[in-house]
């Protein structure tokens, strides 16, 4: 099974209704949900193979970004969710193998299809078009998948260095991503406020 949605948002938490938040966590997390739990019967009646779950996950499902709030509490469901489903089976005699990917910035559409935007936070995509290609990813994801690993971080190099640093020193983090997006946030909203002017 391959659990592959993904809906996002550019959008402050305040800006946008609690509709917006129960999409995205229908779409990103709970839709993985209902197909796992629809597909158990069938894999616990055949005894001969051991199912194999791979879920498309974000680096925002380990660091929280902003405008990005949804999509973040949605992809960290992913992760709990499923590290605990994976030991319950193991409990109860019916083990599956889960493959969380860790995706950082790849080139898709995305960003491009949010379904909720405050102003002045393009700020937040300006990597995807510099992204990994689809078919790095693919292909990453598919040799994981073939050793039966539990996670896979597929990043860029900086958005592999926000992992490792979130991991160890969450506190630094914190203040790197409040001093870096603040100044961005500042810096779009002045240009737009100029260019109104003008």
């Not at 409990?91 to 559409?109: E, F, I, Q, Y």
């Not at 995807?128 to 292909?139: Q, Y």
């Not at 409040?178 to 240009?191: D, H, I, L, P, Q």
Request: overall charge neutral; charged content about 20%; glycine content about 6%.
């Amino acid at each position: 099974l391959v659990n592959n949605g993904g809906v996002t948002t550019r959008s402050f938490a305040r800006d946008s209704g609690f509709d917006v938040d129960s999409h995205v966590t229908n779409v990103d997390f709970l839709s993985y949900v209902s197909l796992t739990k629809a597909l158990i019967p069938s894999w616990e009646s055949q005894s001969s193979s051991k199912p194999l779950i791979i879920n498309t996950s974000s680096v925002a499902g380990k660091v929280g970004v902003p405008v990005r709030t949804s999509y973040c509490g949605a992809k960290f469901a992913i992760q709990g969710w499923f590290d605990a489903f994976r030991i319950e089976q193991l409990m109860v005699g019916h083990p599956v193998d889960v493959l969380n990917v860790v995706l950082g910035s790849a080139r898709t559409n995305v960003y491009q299809n949010a379904i909720a935007e405050s102003a002045y936070t393009t700020f937040i995509h300006q990597r995807i078009e510099s992204g990994m290609d689809p078919e790095f990813v693919v292909e990453r994801v598919l040799a994981t998948a073939y050793a039966r690993h539990k996670e896979i971080w597929i990043a860029l190099k900086r958005e592999m260095i926000l992992l490792y640093l979130r991991q160890y020193f969450p506190e630094a983090v914190y203040k790197r991503f409040v001093n870096g997006f603040s100044t961005r946030y500042e810096a779009e909203k002045r240009s737009h406020q100029t260019n109104d002017e003008l």
